[in-house]
């Protein structure tokens, strides 16, 4: 029969674990600096201590230990060069095997733990006690399953407790024993490439061939296994050209059996009833059962012949080898996932009516994939979501780190021509575009959005999710609350607020001890600055530490902010369209002590923390910008800020989570962004660099990110280029600009366009000279584009009343303006397939190197910014400032704020000042009628004419046609 190898096993026993609670021993194994040789020592020496134990049942023709060994070092040598080349190109990767321990003896941990040193794995072991129960061992499971640091789970635990459920609680993907039944399954099938294999079963041909046993044709006995290993074994056998047979040990044909086998393959413990003489003389007989992987198991027997050489733990040394190997390759695949791919993206079908019915209808027409899938599709892993309801959840910041090699996407801004009250569909057009190039192009893209404010939504706009088959589903959880983060910023804007006032009255009311001790309360007879104080005092040059060591000059130092109530910038917001708190009057209670002042209510989304989330890129980022926030000047015109009021840490708390954030899906499925709503006109309008930063990630190098920026171009687009670009350090590659022939007639001459009035006959029937004599603001808005070196294709967002002659009218002035490419679209009434020429347009825009530039460098003084602004972009003839604006600049610029980009607020309804100039204004003085910081959020925001900063609701808002099916739960008339 050849070269037999016959194996048996000793019975090794270990003390077992103290009683007490699971011992978790989470520290890693290192290799070393010389190749993990101190691991291989310790584990030849365990090796050189079992050989000696059984030197004497050896015989001469077997395999000596060093040949043994050579088998193993071959395949953990071979682990080691392939890890060493994955982390050549991911230098930070490092592998890690956690492996769940139920029993008494650690033989098997310390060799598991030799081989990842060597190889250069990680290795992590969770010791539960011996009689650790079913539902404790899944919960070990579970927890693993969600650790993205680890990338293999290996269970060391009685066989009783190998039960279905336990194993299939496993995630096949770390699954590196290949016990679930998805690897089963994929073995069995013949993808052996494309699952874990049992390293036990593995082990045991390796064996056998590596001793010249040639498979074909013997007939296999394996006896007493079970489940998975019995499954395996079988399955390997058989791909060998092996006839296998399977029994139990209680099994009557047992005997019969034993006698047929060329060779026995043992996969429990032999119970002592059956004898010996069962087993034929000079038969090779493995044993790969579980009991002795975990160092419990004898043959009945510690020395039994079967006609040659006697070895001990061969199964066991190279099925541990085999399941380092396993881990190599999972975290190959792991690493392969994080690369850039292709989504394997469900996308929803479409099936759009005629007429278009209303918004709501539409997207209730549509049932959203469950938002995890969607997350699952993008590559987002289950720890990198928080969910909330089925269809919205945040994404949590890690998955930048997780992604920091990845190669960006292409960059898309979507920004439009001077638009009409009624809006003309940046954010139709933006979800089209996505539509298009993923649902039928099978491009990977994101889109990114602003969150709507409740006050436009209730008063004049309406939704703000895009319209028609091109646009966020559900749409009612997008305009209505989403995730809360605008009430976050709500409730940390007027928590500052309270704190600015509170702070007055009681500096107005207590003397400078009385301040102190309040502020540096006794507390268990100890007295101690809070971390937030430490910093002030350092701020004050103050170097102490001890409260009590303080002179009556630092404590006046300390606790006394004096600030001047007129110099106050902070206001309270509300989410509301509320005219009558545009200016109001506060502490006229008794017990304000007198102290009342003339203050005014913001909408929630211009505060100046809306600004900071839409721009940080951390949340120590953010922590720090919060504090920088300057809410007033000091007596002495010193800024104050929030730092200085001890509140940054609580308003961190608050927005802790509103950092995240949010995905959502378009209608076909394709995934999107919802994050950060500051106003485009006192703000720069755009969404989030954070949004923006992880889509880039996720759609990888070949793929696009498609942001939009609000209002016209010379506002949302100048203000993402001079201080988002700035801030998040991102390049554009491409402006899609949105124009409407309705906006086009209204800039060549056409009538007043007013919200809730019906468009007059000049809008709904051709009119080829309008839209010629209104294409000059297309024209200069291409020019703004061109300023930044960016290039530009024109989205024609077409409406059902547009001819065909102004539609190739507009097409053909865009281009001779200067786009790219100019193309209609039909979004609206198809869905992505109404952009598929605009998304080809995109495709080809990219490939045209991107020449991006700043409009101005940032050293230059505050006037000359303001002044170049006005100039190359609205085409003013030159500025004007008021005297306090004047005094606002001088007292900024003293400040040290000088060097900090500039945020226009001023209308969005012409290039100029006054609304109802359009088209294309020449030679105006643009007037400044005062200037603004927002320190925190990093920019000079001057006022341009008079600035609301607080809407009104019109006669008839919009809330007269929402309503709540109180039976279905359903919103009605939402847009």
């Known amino acids: 029969m050849g070269t037999r190898l016959p194996l048996v096993l000793l019975q090794l026993r270990r003390p077992p674990h103290p009683p007490g609670p699971p011992l978790r021993l989470r520290v890693p194994c290192r290799a070393s600096s010389g190749g993990g040789s101190g691991g291989r020592e310790d584990l030849l020496g365990q090796r050189r201590l079992l050989d000696g134990q059984a030197r004497s049942s050896r015989s001469p023709g077997g395999r000596t230990p060093a040949a043994r060994d050579s088998i193993v070092r071959e395949v953990i040598q071979n682990s080691k060069e392939v890890l060493s080349l994955l982390q050549e190109k991911n230098p930070a990767f490092k592998p890690v095997l956690a492996i769940i321990q139920a029993g008494d003896d650690n033989l098997m941990q310390e060799i598991n733990q030799n081989l990842a040193e060597e190889t250069g794995l990680n290795i992590t072991h969770i010791c539960l006690p011996p009689d650790s129960s079913e539902a404790e061992i899944i919960d070990e499971i579970l927890k693993i399953n969600e650790d993205t640091r680890v ?70 006995l394996v006896a007493g296994a079970h489940g998975s290993l019995e499954a395996a074994l079988q399955c390997l056998f058989q791909r060998k050209g092996s006839m296998t047979m399977s029994s139990q040990w209680k099994t009557p044909q047992l005997q019969r059996k034993l006698h047929e086998a060329d060779i026995v393959v043992l996969g429990s413990r032999k119970p002592e009833e059956i004898p010996l003489t069962w087993i034929q003389p000079g038969i090779t007989v493995l044993n790969c059962s579980h009991d002795f992987l975990s160092g419990k198991v004898g043959c009945g027997s510690p020395r039994i012949h079967f006609g040659g050489l006697i070895e001990e733990d061969d199964v066991s040394l190279l099925a541990a080898a085999l399941r380092i190997q396993n881990m190599v390759s999972s975290g190959r695949r792991w690493l392969r996932e994080q690369q850039h791919r292709r989504w394997r993206l469900h996308c929803l079908k479409l099936q759009p009516l005629s007429p278009v019915p ?18 699952k599709e993008i590559g987002l892993l289950a720890d990198e979501i928080e969910i909330y309801g089925k269809s919205k959840a945040k994404v949590r910041l890690s998955v930048l780190e997780r992604l920091k090699n990845q190669a960006d996407g292409k960059y898309v801004l979507v920004a439009g021509i001077t638009p009409t009250p009624l809006g003309e569909g940046k954010s139709t057009v933006t979800i089209g575009l996505v539509q298009a190039l993923t649902a039928h192009l099978n491009v990977n893209s994101f889109a990114c959005l602003r969150q709507p404010s409740q006050g436009p939504t209730f008063g004049v706009k309406g939704g703000a999710a895009g319209g028609g088959y091109a646009q966020v589903i559900p749409m009612e959880e997008f305009n209505l609350h989403l995730t809360g983060d605008i009430h976050a910023i709500t409730a940390a804007n007027n928590l500052l607020a309270a704190a600015i006032d509170t702070r007055i009255l009681h500096e107005n009311t207590q003397t400078d001890k009385a301040l102190y001790n309040r502020l540096v309360p006794l507390v268990n007879g100890v007295r101690e600055f809070s971390e937030i104080q430490l910093a002030r005092l350092k701020k004050l040059g103050i170097n102490k530490t001890d409260p009590s060591t303080l002179t009556e000059e630092e404590v006046s130092k300390f606790a006394r902010l004096d600030i001047n109530p007129s110099t106050i910038t902070w206001q309270r917001v509300l989410d509301t369209n509320d005219r009558f708190l545009r200016k109001i009057t506060i502490g006229q209670g008794n017990t304000e002590k007198g102290y009342s002042r003339q203050a005014q209510f913001d909408i929630a989304v211009a505060s100046e923390i809306m600004a900071v989330l839409a721009l940080t890129d951390s949340l120590a980022d953010m922590k720090a910008r919060l504090g920088r926030m300057v809410v007033a000047s000091d007596k002495s015109g010193q800024p104050v800020t929030a730092d200085d009021l001890g509140v940054t840490g609580a308003l961190t708390v608050l927005m ?13 499925g394709t995934p999107v962004f919802v994050h950060a709503g ?284 929402i309503d709540l099916d109180t039976e279905t739960e359903q919103v009605k008339g939402l847009f």
């Open 656 to 668: 802790k989570d509103a950092i995240k954030p949010n995905l959502m899906q378009t209608l076909e």
């Open 358 to 375: 209303s918004d709501i209808e539409i997207s209730r027409g549509q049932t959203p994939k469950a938002v995890d899938v969607l997350a």
């Open 678 to 961: 500051p106003f485009a006109n006192i703000a720069h309008g755009n969404s989030s660099v954070l949004a923006d930063k992880i889509a880039l990630k996720l759609v990888g190098e070949e793929g696009f990110v498609v942001t939009e920026a609000g209002f016209g171009a010379d506002i949302g687009m100048e203000k993402f280029f001079n201080i988002k670009c700035r801030a998040s350090g991102l390049v554009p590659n491409v402006v899609v600009l949105v124009a409407t022939v309705r906006a086009l007639k209204m800039h060549g001459g056409g009538p007043s366009v007013t919200a809730g009035v019906p468009l007059k006959k000049e809008y709904t029937e051709e009119n080829i000279q309008l839209v010629a004599d209104g294409c000059c603001n297309l024209q200069k808005q291409i020019q703004i584009a061109q300023l930044f070196g960016v290039p530009v294709v024109v989205a024609l967002n077409v409406f059902k009343t547009d001819t065909r002659a102004e539609i190739d009218l507009v097409c053909e002035l865009a281009k001779r303006a200067g786009a790219f490419d100019a193309v209609p679209c039909y979004h609206w009434s198809v869905g992505g397939k109404g952009s598929v020429d605009l998304a080809r347009a995109v495709r080809e825009a990219v490939s045209k190197r991107s020449r991006f530039q700043f409009l101005y460098d940032v050293q230059l003084p505050v006037v000359d910014k303001i002044r170049t602004i006005a100039q190359a972009v609205y085409g003013a003839k030159d500025i004007e400032l008021s005297p306090e604006a004047q005094a606002k600049i001088d007292r900024y610029t003293q400040q040290g704020f000088g060097n900090l980009p500039i945020c226009m607020a001023k209308t969005h309804l012409s290039l100029s000042h006054e609304p109802d100039k359009k088209g294309v204004p020449r030679d105006f003085i643009l007037p400044i009628s005062d200037v603004r910081a927002s320190i925190g959020a990093g920019f000079i925001y001057p006022l341009v004419g008079t600035m609301s900063t607080m809407p009104g609701l019109p006669t008839r808002p919009c809330f007269y046609d």
């Open 151 to 220: 990338h293999g789970l290996a269970l060391q635990i009685s066989e009783n407790l190998f039960s279905n459920k336990v194993l299939n609680a496993l995630k096949p993907e770390k699954d590196v024993d290949g016990v679930t039944d998805i690897n089963l399954g994929k073995l069995v099938r013949g993808d052996a490439h494309e699952c874990f294999v049992s390293p036990v079963a593995k082990a045991a041909i390796e064996l056998l061939e590596k001793s010249g046993v040639n498979l074909d044709g013997k007939k296999i």
